[in-house]
Every structure is written in C-alpha cells, then in structure tokens.
C-alpha cells in the first residue's frame, strides 16, 4: 500500500536552491585555494566557502525526497556529523579535523549526486559521486605523507578541484532546467 508524501513544489525548490549554494561554495573554494592558498586574508574566502558548502549540502539533504527513509537518514547523518567536526575543527585547528569534516559532507553529497543520477541519469551526478571517495582519500593520503604543502601536490589538487567545479556547474544546469515535481525515471 503507497503512501501519499507531503513534498510541495517549495520544497523542490528549495532542495534545488541547496545545490546552487553548495556549489557557490564550491566556486568560492576553488578560488580561494588556486589564488589565495598562501595569503592569509584568503582564509576568510576558505572558510566563507565552507559555510556555504556545508549549507549548501544541508538545505539539499533535508528537503531530499526519496521512498527509503533509511537512504535520507545516512545522507543527513553523514552532512550533520560533518558540519558538527567542522565546528570542532575551528576549535581544534587540526587539518586532519577539516579532512574528516569534509569527508563525511562529501559522503553525504555523495549520496545526493547519486540519487540524482540513478534518478534523472546524470552523466556529472555518477562522476562526482564516484569521485567525492577518491578525494576524501588522497587527501588523507597527502595529510599522512606530509606533503600537503608541495608544489605538484597543489598543482594536482588545484587542477582536480577546478574538473570538480565545472562538473557541479554543468549537474547544476541540469537541474536547474529540470521541471518542478518530475519524479524518479527508474
């Protein structure tokens, strides 16, 4: 037996406004770690960037619809636990903090880019949901080798964060043209 959901249009509008803030969020960090990694007033654009990331990825996985209650509790559990360890970390000031912080968020979006693509079949929700884990990843990597403040290294990550950018900007404009209210192909 269905089961009617309350999910008004505003709700769907709102999920969708969560994914132009997180990915203003996103522009933001990308531009702040290419052009402002070793200035310290660029920390103010870092940490601007994570806010509206971290809202951003909040306001999506609190309006997500989906018919598994339990796919919505592990998305908004990893984003929560997330945002909680970024708050820790303006404490702690630990790198390693804002890796996990990040991590847990982007496992999270994770989830969300990849309803969107099982869904609606998007090319950039597969692609960033299978890479959200690689970078989680390597950046613990890079944080266990020390190397986080090497040349290459930044080159590399810059370079994939800009990719990551322009495949959240062309998931955006899918969904952003996408009609009101359209429910899961599959």
Not at 44 to 71: C, H
Request: glycine letters at 6%.
């Amino acid at each position: 037996m269905e089961t009617e959901v309350y999910y008004p249009k505003l709700y769907d509008i709102i999920y969708r406004s969560g994914y132009v803030i997180g990915f203003l969020g996103t522009a933001l960090f990308v531009f702040s770690y290419i052009f402002l990694n070793n200035v310290s007033s660029g920390i103010i654009f870092f940490y601007i960037a994570f806010f509206m990331f971290y809202a951003g990825s909040l306001i999506s996985s609190l309006f997500l619809l989906v018919w598994k209650k339990e796919i919505k509790i592990f998305i908004l559990s990893c984003v929560i636990l997330g945002i909680i360890t970024g708050i820790i970390y303006i404490f702690v000031k630990n790198p390693e903090i804002l890796v996990i912080s990040a991590g847990l968020v982007l496992a999270g979006l994770a989830g969300l880019y990849g309803k969107e693509a099982h869904c609606f079949h998007f090319l950039e929700g597969w692609i960033l949901m299978w890479s959200f884990p690689l970078i989680v990843f390597s950046n613990l990597l890079i944080y266990g080798l020390n190397a986080q403040n090497n040349v290459a290294v930044h080159f590399i990550f810059s370079a994939v964060y800009a990719i990551i950018a322009v495949m959240s900007f062309s998931f955006l404009i899918k969904k952003l043209k996408q009609p009101l209210m359209q429910f899961c192909q599959n």
